[in-house]
């Protein structure tokens, strides 16, 4: 069987660009609130043939340090909001909107993304994330997050409750039949009536079953119970890539075994690292626009990034002596991956605070021309590393405009990358089956 084609997301975090001070060289950073600069982004990617876009979000302003409100750019638009508008302007390109199933309700987001999927014709699709900051907590009425098992916990019933209010209509429920006068077949509808840990939700949705029956899902999760949830219901995953080839085929392995172990097929659930690159005409060149970026950023902000990933206030050390920490992997609250790849990182040399947020800063990108760029995918994709990627683009719009001119064609020529696209619907655009209904046989 042959391997399904090179897949493209691209992505979205803060407004300006991946690089959280990206805004100070792109596009006018007031732009961000109008729809135009989105629709820019859209039709740009759509000319690469990028499978879908991907809005990230969080439910807060980032001010737990002064920097962040000072520097950062941690204002954007609402996913499901911009998507909507963004599928009336598109004809191909998914729609990918975050979903924290820790501050939402699945019949709210069953009802939004069933909506997105009909008003774009099958092109909706979540990225679920179960919220990792004490910040949006307080948004929800709490003083702290939920301690981490119980968050993946209810993101694995939230998955399990939206599923089945898709699956509440068959498919052909609704028969609009205007001569005798009858709209829907009750004989086709299965009220949920679910009642679970997290959950009561009886159901029905008050919307048909979607376009693609159930959008796509994709997640994130990169610590034990992160990727459990992931082999069981994700059809595709964002990892942070970056490393070695051999530790990104270790991670690429580890996805496939569990959605196998999970009875689905390997295919099912693609691995999609992270790629942020900085794209030079040479080497050189590349090396400077870095750089110029990084120069941009004041210290300040790389400290209080390190800081943030760390769940400390790291305000009164030093930043020339050398860093040492007290990991506690057990009793951390926040993302685990993230402070666990920290930990690795001062376990291999000596960093001072300076260097270590520096090179935490540094590690996002990856820096080249776009012939050792390609080349860098290229491996990636054929030596089982990646099914494909999600391009988080660390200043825009540039970044994505010279990655479709100059990446895409090397990946096509190199006959890898689709030179059009494969359906309609992003299940179609990503390989994947459209899933029957549970009560459809
Ligand atoms: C490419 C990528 C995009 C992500 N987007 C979001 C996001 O939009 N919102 C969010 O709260 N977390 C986001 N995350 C964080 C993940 O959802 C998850 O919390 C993180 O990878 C840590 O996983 P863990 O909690 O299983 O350790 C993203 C992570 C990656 C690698």
Redesign the pocket.
């Known amino acids: 069987m042959s391997r399904p084609p090179l897949v493209f997301a691209a992505?979205v975090?803060y407004p300006g660009g991946e690089h959280i001070t990206g805004w100070r060289s792109g596009a006018d950073a007031s732009s961000y609130l109008d729809l135009d600069y989105w629709t820019r982004f859209a039709q740009t990617a759509e000319s690469g043939r990028f499978a879908t876009l991907f809005l990230?979000?969080?439910l807060y302003v980032w001010d737990r340090f002064r920097s962040g409100i000072e520097h950062g750019t941690n204002v954007r638009l609402e996913p499901f909001t911009l998507l909507s508008a963004l599928s009336q302007l598109t004809t191909k390109i998914g729609l990918a909107a975050?979903v924290?199933t820790t501050y939402n309700e699945p019949y709210h987001v069953a009802r939004k993304l069933a909506s997105l999927d009909h008003l774009s014709h099958g092109r909706a699709a979540w990225?679920l994330?179960?919220?990792?900051s004490d910040e949006e907590a307080r948004n929800f009425g709490r003083d702290t997050h939920l301690d981490?098992g119980i968050r993946y916990e209810r993101g694995a019933e939230f998955v399990d409750v939206v599923n089945g209010l898709w699956d509440g209509w068959d498919d052909d429920a609704f028969v609009f039949d205007k001569s005798s006068g009858r709209y829907a077949d009750r004989s086709k509808l299965h009220v949920l009536e679910h009642r679970g840990e997290h959950f009561a939700v009886r159901g029905p949705l008050n919307i048909p079953r979607p376009v693609q029956g159930h959008p796509p899902l994709f997640q994130?999760?990169?610590?034990e119970?992160?990727r459990a949830l992931a082999g069981r219901t994700a059809d595709a995953v964002?990892?942070?890539g970056g490393g070695s080839l051999a530790s990104g085929q270790k991670l690429y392995d580890d996805y496939k075994r569990r959605a196998l172990a999970a009875g689905r097929g390997a295919d099912d659930l693609k691995v999609l690292p992270?790629f942020s690159p900085i794209i030079g005409d040479t080497e050189a060149d590349a090396e400077e626009r870095f750089r110029e970026l990084a120069e941009l950023t004041p210290e300040r902000v790389q400290v209080d990034l390190l800081a943030h990933y760390l769940g400390v206030d790291l305000g009164e050390r030093d930043v020339d002596e050398t860093f040492t920490f007290d990991f506690d992997h057990e009793g951390f609250n926040q993302?685990?991956?993230?402070y666990k790849a920290i930990a690795d990182l001062l376990a291999q040399r000596p960093y001072t605070l300076r260097e270590l947020a520096w090179e935490v800063l540094r590690r996002r990108f990856t820096v080249g021309t776009p012939d050792t760029l390609a080349a860098h995918l290229i491996e990636r994709y054929e030596n089982g590393a990646a099914d494909g990627f999600?391009l988080?683009a660390p200043t825009l719009p540039d970044t994505l405009t010279r990655f479709v001119e100059h990446i895409v064609p090397r990946l096509t020529d190199h006959g890898i990358y689709p030179g059009e696209y494969a359906g309609d619907t992003l299940r179609e655009n990503l390989g994947l089956a459209r899933p029957a209904g549970r009560y459809a046989a």
Do not use: Q
Request: hydrophobic share 40%; proline share 0%; glycine share 14%.
């Open positions: 992505g975090f990230a979000d969080e975050t924290s990225n994330v179960t919220s990792a981490h994130a999760g990169a610590s119970a992160g964002f990892t942070l992270w993302s685990k991956s993230g999600i988080m």
